[in-house]
């Protein structure tokens, strides 16, 4: 008879959703199959990117499946239920990401009606002179109001921007604008493959800036010293880019994006040290907020 067993996927956070009683175990491949069925439940139709993701997910099911009954104590059964977590947990990311979208259409009429107010109230300031100075100045302040609307949700922006510093993200600011600095350790060494976790902390960046349609993002990418000029700068400017195609992949405007690969020109810590060569190996995010580019 074969024995069910009980696997754990360390910390990843979509594996808590995974409960189970010692009692009535559920098997790797239940659990992987709950994972896609609860993420794909939360999910708008017209999630596509998520919806290909799930279908990488049941790809990894159906090897799962294979491969537990042919043998369920195949060495490789953890790798692939941890992926088939993963897969789950970016699918949830771009699902709540299309819902966010879904909202700012369902915004576009409710913003056009605050337009034709706007104008309303710039066509009644010429007939202010007659004496409804009253009027105007209430006028004024309507008009103060939504400018202050769209300070509040810039700070908004920059606050969820903030909220992702975390060991593999580093937060900082400086004159360029917001700079989001992504660990090597998201890179498997010497290649510009996108790891997993990477795609997830960038699915969540794509929903942030699918809302806040104002910034732009340069995408930069860093080595240390080790190796030659000519390796470390084209290995770069793959990791950029393939960052840049993961965003538009999510559905943010090529037109907003650019990539550049710098190589060990730009390092930021001493290349003589192990500590140091680990922070100059990087990908940079800058982003800018084009309205605040032309005064």
């Not at 491949?29 to 994972?35: F, K």
């Not at 302040?141 to 609307?149: G, V």
């Not at 795609?199 to 960046?205: E, G, H, Q, R, Y």
């Not at 880019?241 to 990539?259: H, P, T, W, Y």
Request: with cysteine; proline share 1%.
């Amino acid at each position: 008879m074969k024995t069910i067993k009980i696997l754990t996927l360390g910390t990843f956070a979509l594996a808590t959703s995974m409960v189970f009683a010692a009692e009535n175990a559920i098997s790797p491949v239940d659990q992987c199959r709950i994972a896609l069925e609860n993420a794909k439940s939360s999910l708008p139709s017209n999630a596509f990117s998520a919806k290909l993701t799930l279908a990488e997910g049941y790809g990894t099911l159906t090897a799962l499946e294979t491969i537990y009954a042919d043998d369920d104590d195949s060495k490789v059964i953890p790798t692939l239920v941890e992926n088939c977590a993963k897969y789950a947990e970016i699918a949830k990311v771009q699902g709540e990401t299309q819902t966010l979208r879904n909202r700012i259409a369902e915004n576009w009429e409710k913003r056009a009606a605050t337009n034709r107010t706007i104008e309303a109230i710039q066509e009644q300031i010429g007939t202010a002179r007659s004496g409804k100075v009253s009027d105007l100045e209430a006028e004024k302040q309507e008009i103060k109001a939504q400018k202050d609307k769209l300070e509040a949700s810039k700070q908004e922006a920059m606050d969820k921007l903030n909220a992702l510093q975390s060991q593999m993200i580093q937060v900082t600011k400086d004159a360029r604008g917001i700079i989001l600095s992504m660990s090597d350790i998201l890179f498997d060494v010497g290649k510009a493959t996108l790891k997993t976790d990477l795609m997830t902390s960038l699915a969540k960046i794509a929903g942030i800036l699918s809302v806040y349609q104002q910034f732009d993002v340069s995408i930069e990418g860093n080595t240390d010293n080790t190796g030659s000029e000519e390796f470390n700068m084209t290995l770069s400017q793959q990791r950029a880019e393939n960052v840049m195609n993961f965003l538009v992949e999510q559905g943010i405007a090529a037109n907003r994006l650019s990539a550049k690969g710098l190589g060990m020109t730009m390092p930021i810590a001493d290349n003589d040290t192990k500590e140091g060569r680990q922070k100059n190996r990087r990908v940079d995010l800058i982003i800018t907020d084009r309205t605040q580019k032309v005064k």
